[in-house]
């Protein structure tokens, strides 16, 4: 049973930082492609990060520059680190795996996904 679980989560003034870090269950090696959503009320969940199965990674127009995929193997953790928040990224973020090995690359589609994390909540004034 695939277990993910989501932290370091808050309230943080614009321009501010935070790290997210997800926990899996999952074994590092080889790698199934990972990612990070988000959902803000009233909206759809959107990708925000993607990783493949060789670490390649993937960004959302809106966070390009600003947000950064990275993974720990030793500790089977992965993290986004947030720089630069601004408001419009207030939302509840989601760490997600697809095991189903039919693909390597990353992806921003939560369609391609079969595991999620329950969510931490981020918050930019």
């Known amino acids: 049973h695939v277990q993910l679980v989501e932290s370091g989560g808050g309230s943080v003034q614009a321009g501010g930082s935070l790290r997210l870090s997800c926990a899996s269950s999952?074994?590092?090696?080889?790698?199934?492609?990972m990612g990070w959503f988000r959902q803000a009320p009233g909206k759809e969940r959107e990708g925000v990060a993607g990783?493949?199965?060789?670490?390649?990674?993937g960004y959302a127009d809106s966070v390009k520059g600003r947000f950064t995929f990275t993974k720990d193997d030793a500790l089977n953790t992965l993290y986004l680190q947030m720089n630069n928040l601004k408001p419009e990224d207030t939302a509840t973020y989601y760490c997600?795996?697809?095991?189903?090995?039919?693909?390597?690359?990353?992806?921003?589609?939560?369609?391609?996904?079969?595991?999620w994390g329950p969510g931490t909540q981020v918050t930019v004034s």
């Open positions: 999952l074994w590092s090696d080889p790698t199934y492609p």
């Open positions: 997600a795996a697809d095991t189903s090995n039919r693909r390597t690359w990353w992806s921003l589609k939560q369609s391609e996904y079969n595991y």
């Open positions: 990783l493949g199965r060789y670490e390649s990674t």
